[in-house]
């Protein structure tokens, strides 16, 4: 038999719209992840993606936030009007996507197949995906609220920007990934952040260059821990198992193997037979957060004690 010359991404496209018009997949199931999709047919993650991207765009299936993706409601016959689409809307619906399956699935045919309408319909709001994902970034920070009193002490304003900075990005993790620390961002929104840390830390006596080295790190101590929540929920469709199922099932009896930590005395006093943590150790990151905020700006005001000699 002649072996199909239909790419990989349309075949599975296929299958999967005949499981949902077979109601394999009825409306409202969720639809094998990516990752599961890659795994089932033995695809690269970038095939298995633009076959979702095919079933978006022919509105079969739908992104929900903290959902996924899933079949997409029966049409009823007969068509209403549709609203015309905004700017607004575009960039809503790119971010629900964002939010609920990773920034892998934001593309402008899965976005275009959301709004319902065709991927070209979508230059008319943004130039191209670049600019999306500096919109979509530009959108979530401007959200974020701080009542910012600048007659509050320096520490006691940080503390509440870089608290809002981690709730905003604890939401939407993929933010930290648009673009390395090395090429920020010149989105408004973030600007005024940062412009509004540089000046609660004017006042404690830094030079102007490891004042703006300290807002580096704060925000960089944001999004590196941050990322693990995008990082756990990859681990979560890759394993079928949570942190905690890993943890017990893979990790635990292979450091509890004899002799395994003994070339290791210090994580042996730790977590071995007689060790301080043999009940476990639950990683929590938002502890995380406030513990390493608190040491960063413990650090930051003995610094500027030193340099201002007080």
Not at 44 to 69: M, N
Not at 211 to 218: A, E, G, M, N, Q
Not at 295 to 309: I, P, Q, S
């Amino acid at each position: 038999m002649a072996e199909s010359l239909e790419p990989p991404y349309a075949r599975i496209a296929a299958e999967l719209r005949r499981r949902i018009a077979d109601r394999e997949l009825a409306p409202g199931d969720k639809v094998p992840s990516t990752r599961r999709v890659a795994q089932e047919f033995g695809v690269a993650l970038a095939t298995a993606t633009k076959a979702l991207d095919v079933l978006r765009a022919e509105g079969l299936v739908i992104t929900r936030p903290r959902s996924g993706t899933v079949v997409a409601p029966r049409r009823k016959a007969g068509r209403t009007a549709t609203p015309e689409l905004t700017r607004e809307q575009v960039l809503a619906e790119a971010i629900a996507i964002a939010d609920a399956e990773g920034l892998e699935a934001v593309s402008m045919r899965a976005l275009a197949g959301r709004c319902g309408v065709a991927p070209m319909s979508l230059y008319r709001f943004v130039e191209d995906k670049d600019e999306l994902l500096a919109a979509m970034a530009d959108r979530v920070y401007a959200g974020l609220r701080v009542d910012d009193d600048e007659a509050a002490p320096w520490r006691e304003r940080v503390e509440a920007f870089a608290s809002a900075l981690w709730r905003t990005h604890r939401a939407h993790p993929w933010l930290g990934r648009i673009s390395p620390l090395t090429r920020p961002l010149p989105v408004s929104s973030l600007l005024w952040i940062g412009d509004r840390i540089l000046g609660a830390l004017e006042g404690i006596g830094l030079p102007p260059k490891l004042r703006f080295d300290v807002h580096v790190l704060l925000y960089s101590h944001i999004v590196g821990l941050s990322a693990n929540f995008d990082l756990e929920d990859a681990a979560v469709s890759d394993t079928g198992l949570s942190a905690e199922e890993w943890t017990d099932l893979r990790y635990v009896p292979v450091m509890h193997t004899e002799g395994r930590l003994s070339p290791y005395p210090h994580f042996a006093a730790l977590f071995g037979p007689a060790g301080a943590l043999t009940e476990g150790y639950d990683m929590d990151l938002d502890a995380m957060f406030e513990l390493g905020l608190g040491l960063l700006l413990d650090g930051v005001e003995a610094l500027a004690a030193r340099r201002t000699g007080a």
